[in-house]
C-alpha cells in the first residue's frame, strides 16, 4: 500500500543558511551565555571542536554547572573528548554540590569513532545515574537529540523541550526501514507525544529563549530553596476557588497558584497525565512541591500514568529536600480492564512507596473527599504524613455513602419497591455518615489532624512545614532519582 | 497551496453519561469553552476545548453513554 503525504519539513537546521561558527546562533557559547546570569559564564572545558563545551556560572543568582552540545560540528555528535567534557562537568557539580544544566542537539554517537564513543556516551550515563537525587540535573533539548542523547536527558530529573527540540531513540529513517511506518521527527519526537504522550518532556518551550528561561526558573527553584518564613505568608480565601456543588468537577490549577507564591509555580508534566498536577514553586518564600488531583480530568481519578507522574516528582522531591503540599479530591482509582493491563497495581504501588519512603515534610490538605485505595496513596497518615489538614465538610471514607450502603445493604434495598429505593438509599447512606464517614470521625480516628477553613489554609500549611523543618532540619531523602 | 482546515474531535476521557452538550454547528469555539457536560464517578465533569475553531458536528447527544476516546464535538480549526 502507497500512502501520499507532504513532503516532511526538512530539519530546521537545513532551513537555515550555513554560517561561519562565530556567527551561528547553535554555537554552544552563546547557548551557555544565554542561558547564564549576564557576565557570570566561565568555561571549564576546552572551546574546540569536540562537540562538547562546559562552563560555570550562575542563573538568578544560583551557581550552576551548564554543558552544552555543539551542533556547528558534526551535527553536535559525541566522541570521546566530548562526552569527557560532560563527565569532568558532572565532577565539578558533584565537588561543588550545584544543580547541572545540559543543553542539548545531537545527532548521537560519533560513528566515525566507532564503540569508543559508544563507550564514552556510556560513561555520561553513568555520571548521571550517581549523581542522581544528590545534585538537581536540568536538561534542555533544543535541537534533535537522538540515540544516546536520547538517553541522557531521559536520565536526568527535568527535562526541557524547545519549539525544535526533537528526542528519539531510532529516527524516521530507521522507523521506515524497518516497520514501514511513515513518520516525520516531529511526530516521532516532538512536544506532541512527549509531552502529552510518552512523559519524557516535563516542561514545553516556545521558543529556545524560553526553554532556557525555563532551566533557569527550575534550577533556581531547587539550587536556591530559600527559608520558610510563615510570618510572611499572605492568607488567601481559597473556597472561592472550588465550586459550590459538591459534585461539580472543577480545575484545580487555580487553587494550586493560591496556595503558592504569587508568579512562583513551574508545573511539571502539564499534559501528561493531567488527572494530577506537579508543580514546584515557592510558599512563605521557600521552594515546595505541590501534587494535586484535578477533578477536571477524569473527575480526579488515580490511573497508572498519573500515579507514576506524581510518584517520581515525590522522589525527586524527596531527593532534593523539597517540602510537599498534597492537595487532595480524589473519587478513586480509575476502575477499567485498560487500565488493569496497563499496570495500575504495579505502577500506583510506586506511589505509596514513595511516599511511604519520603523524608520531607509532607503535609495532605483534603479539600473535598478522599475515597478508597486512592486515600491512602495520597499521603494519607498511615503512610507518614507530617501532617493531614481538611477542609469543613470534607470526606474522608473508603467510598461515598450511596454505594457503600447499596454494597451494605444489597439484600435490604432488593425488597424495596423500586420507586421507594433512592430515598432509602439516602436514608440509609445518612445513617452510615453519621456513623462511619464525616471528617470529624476521621479527626477522631487520628487519621486527620486538624479542620481548617480554606481562609487559614496557607499559613496553617507554612506552620506545618516550618515547624517540621524545625525538627528535622536538612531532611532528605538518600536514594536517586529513577526516571520511573 | 489552499489546504482544507484541519478538523479534530472533542473526545471524552473515560467511560460517561452525556448530560448536556452546550455547542452546535456553526458554534465558535475558544480554548477554555465548555462544550459538554459528562456524568461519571458520581460528578459532573465539565468538558473544555483546548481548540480555537468552529463547530462542524455533534456526535453525542444528552443520555447518550460514551466510551473513552468517543467524539462529542467535531471541530474546523480556527
Redesign the interface.
Known sequence: MTTTTAPAAPPAQARRPKLPREQDPRNPNFRLAALLDEGSLRLISEDDDSGMLAAVGTVAGTPVVAFCSDATVMGGAMGEVGCKVVVRAYERAMADGVPIVGLWHSGGARLAEGVRSLHAVGEIFHAMTLASGRIPQISVVLGPAAGGAAYGPALTDVVVLGPEGRIFVTGPDVVRSVTGEDVDMLRLGGPEPHGRRSGVVHLLADSEAQALQNARDVAALLGSQGVMTPEQVEQRDLATLLPESKKRAYDVHPLVEGVLDQGTVVELHAKWAPNVVTALGRLGGRTVGVVANNPLRLGGCLDSASAEKAARFVRMCDAFGVPLVVLVDVPGYLPGVGQEWDGVVRRGAKLLHAFSECTVPRVTLVTRKTYGGAYIAMNARSLGATKVFAWPGAEVAVMGAVAAVRILHRRKLLEVAPELRTQVENELAAEHERIAGGVEAAVEIGVVDEIVSPAETRQALADAIAEALTAHPGARGSHGNIPL | MARSPKSVQIQA???ANVMTVYVGPGDRVRPGDTVALLE???????V?SEHDGTVTAVNADAGDVVQ?GDALVTLDLA
Open positions: 476521557e473515560m467511560v461519571s464517578m458520581k460528578m459532573e465533569i465539565p473544555l473513552e
